[in-house]
């Protein structure tokens, strides 16, 4: 439902780099820097900045303490494990708020599914399967709630109709203008969690 155009940006910006130096120099400042999954690294679970251990040789996987994430094993995985927990937390949150949404319109939903979409948020698909990415995961909760709201209504309405808006906002638990406003201010930095 959202599309993050700036990875192209960069691309395109790069490509032209040696041409238009100057030109070009500007337009780097302005976009979003990398946000690695790395020891040290700050991520923002549901909106509250979470420090990110690394913690070779402990048992487990990954865990929380207070307001640190630490993950067990080799670094090269780390990664990766800290995405299927960011994936598993996400999880458990939407489900509840999916079968709440659905079961006020009566709809039934076939499966949720969270994976890694870069060029929307949630989608929801014709037999009823939805959607969301799993840096959603790092977006404050009321940006989830608008989400679950916006697909469950598209299981009433493929389409962004008038009626459409009128369930969508009546499905989420505040104004939709606040988190439309934050996907809109934050959804290129969302995307660059994570990244290589
Ligand atoms: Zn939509």
């Not at 090269?76 to 939407?94: I, K, M, N, Y």
């Not at 969301?132 to 962004?160: I, K, T």
Request: net charge positive; proline share 7%; aromatic share 8%.
């Amino acid at each position: 439902m959202l599309t993050a155009p700036l990875r192209m940006a960069r691309a395109t910006a790069l490509g032209f780099a040696q041409s238009q130096a100057g030109w070009i120099a500007v337009r780097l400042k302005r976009l979003p820097e990398r946000r690695p999954f790395v020891d040290g690294a700050v991520v923002p679970l549901f909106g509250e900045p979470h420090a990110v251990r690394h913690r070779q040789g402990a048992r487990g996987t990954v865990w929380r303490e207070g307001a640190e994430i630490h993950v067990a094993g080799r670094p090269e995985h780390l990664p990766r494990r800290l995405r299927d927990w960011l994936t598993a937390r996400l999880r458990e949150r939407l489900l509840p708020l999916v079968a709440e949404k659905a079961a006020r319109i009566g709809r039934p939903v076939k499966r949720i599914t969270v994976r890694d979409t870069r060029s929307r948020w949630g989608s929801c698909g014709p037999d009823g399967s939805l959607s969301f990415s799993w840096r959603l995961a790092l977006a404050p909760p009321d940006v989830v709630d608008y989400l679950v709201a916006h697909e469950v209504a598209h299981l009433a309405h493929m389409n962004h109709g008038a009626r459409f808006w009128v369930l969508a906002r009546d499905l989420c638990d505040g104004p939709i203008e606040g988190p439309q406003a934050w996907l809109k201010a934050n959804g290129e930095a969302l995307l660059q969690y994570g990244a290589a």
